[in-house]
């Protein structure tokens, strides 16, 4: 299957919150991007608010239950209690748990497995009793060792962190060895039996390699960049961009 493309809407909650108005509106924004045939809808509602608020989840699940019943919810953040309360009570297809700290502008890096596996596994298991799919965002250093205890928390899948190979840009020499780790991580994710999803700094550009090292890459969550490009191309046809980088049919 190819794959599925999340629509990030951090980028365009941000933009709105920077007047006190309605406008661009996160709702209309993540309809138009399923119009578009975007898979499902990503976000990362951080304690303070600064992009995502809290008021928007119940509005973009009913846009998703109401109009796009075969789009998944995927939400984002570290798992506070509050952050896990949120999910319990929005219901999301998938949550995402990611090491941040509140402070960091965005996240930047994966779970130490070593040393935060034990905490992670009740927090898992109390997400997947509430019938959620947890993936858990990890380091994609070819680390075989950590893939295997991403598996022993509970979680369904893995997100590579792509950031340092979308900070490649354009040099593709330098983005080759941090190809080989990411592809080396998949497939020891996939070994354990572990879905693969990605995201941070994918582009256009970058994408179809991704996908080509990682054929079997489920989903990946895109929010920066595609924003970027939705000012000059549109969402609509920026989602269907991204969904061809994907090896998407368009």
């Known amino acids: ?43 990362h509602p951080r304690p303070d608010q600064r992009h995502i608020r809290f008021s928007d989840l119940p509005v973009l699940r009913a846009l998703i239950d109401d109009e ?5 919810f995927n939400i984002e953040g570290y798992p506070s209690e509050d952050f896990l309360q949120l999910c319990e009570k929005t219901q999301p297809e998938q949550v995402t748990l990611v090491p941040d700290d509140p402070s960091q502008a965005t996240s930047d890096h994966g779970f130490d497995f070593r040393a935060s596996g034990e905490m992670l596994k009740p927090i898992v298991a109390r997400l997947k009793r509430g019938g ?17 205890l991403a598996k022993e928390t509970g979680a369904d899948r893995i997100e590579l962190y792509t950031g340092p190979y979308g900070g490649c ?74 969904r061809r980088a994907c090896g998407q049919d368009v």
């Open 68 to 72: 796009f019943p075969q789009a998944e």
């Open 169 to 242: 840009f354009n040099d593709e020499e330098r983005a080759q060895p941090i190809l080989r780790d990411l592809g080396a991580t998949a497939d020891a994710a996939r070994d354990e039996g572990l879905e693969v999803n990605a995201g941070h700094d994918l582009t256009v550009a970058n994408l179809p390699a991704l996908v080509r090292r990682i054929p079997y890459l489920a989903e990946v969550s895109i929010g920066h960049g595609l924003t970027a490009d939705a000012l000059e191309y549109g969402m609509a046809e920026t989602v269907r961009r991204f």
């Open 132 to 148: 959620m799919r947890v993936s858990l965002f990890a380091d994609g250093d070819g680390d075989v060792e950590a893939v295997k």
């Open 1 to 43: 299957m190819p794959t599925k493309l999340s629509v990030n809407l951090n980028a365009i909650a941000m933009l709105r919150n920077r007047r006190d108005l309605p406008w661009p509106s996160v709702e209309n924004i993540g309809r138009i991007a399923l119009e578009a045939s975007a898979s499902g809808l990503t976000v």
